[in-house]
């Protein structure tokens, strides 16, 4: 049984640093073929894929957050982490983690997600 947990504060400064842990039970962050992604929802709006983590470690990001944005784990504690520099009131969303098991990584379905943390931006 996978399960993914998103943890982190739920209201952050405009200009400061979001950063939130995805914690993984059931499979291991390394299987071979599976990667780790970060999305987010914003008030009103569609899901907004922000970037992704493979099981080898290497990253990619959405062009629109690349500048602002990074993605690591750590792989003794079986977690992933998003970190979003200089946040503004448009980074405020839901923010999910979610796999992708297969090489099939074009697809539009994920395989597992986490419930969801709201995240605010604001003073």
């Known amino acids: 049984q996978v399960r993914l947990q998103e943890s982190g504060p739920g209201l952050v400064k405009p200009s400061q640093t979001l950063s939130l842990t995805c914690t993984v039970s059931?499979?291991?962050?390394?299987?071979?073929?599976?990667?780790w992604s970060w999305i987010r929802q914003p008030p009103g709006e569609g899901l907004e894929w922000m970037g992704v983590?493979?099981?080898?470690?290497?990253?990619y990001y959405s062009p629109s957050l690349k500048r602002r944005a990074s993605i690591s784990r750590d792989t003794s504690k079986n977690q992933f982490t998003l970190q979003l520099s200089s946040v503004t009131p448009e980074d405020t969303a839901v923010y999910y983690c979610?796999?992708?098991?297969?090489?099939?990584?074009?697809?539009?379905?994920?395989?597992?997600w986490g419930q969801g943390t709201q995240v605010t931006v604001s003073s």
């Open positions: 059931g499979d291991s962050i390394t299987t071979d073929y599976v990667s």
């Open positions: 983590i493979s099981y080898s470690g290497s990253t």
């Open positions: 979610a796999a992708k098991y297969g090489l099939e990584t074009n697809r539009d379905s994920y395989d597992y």
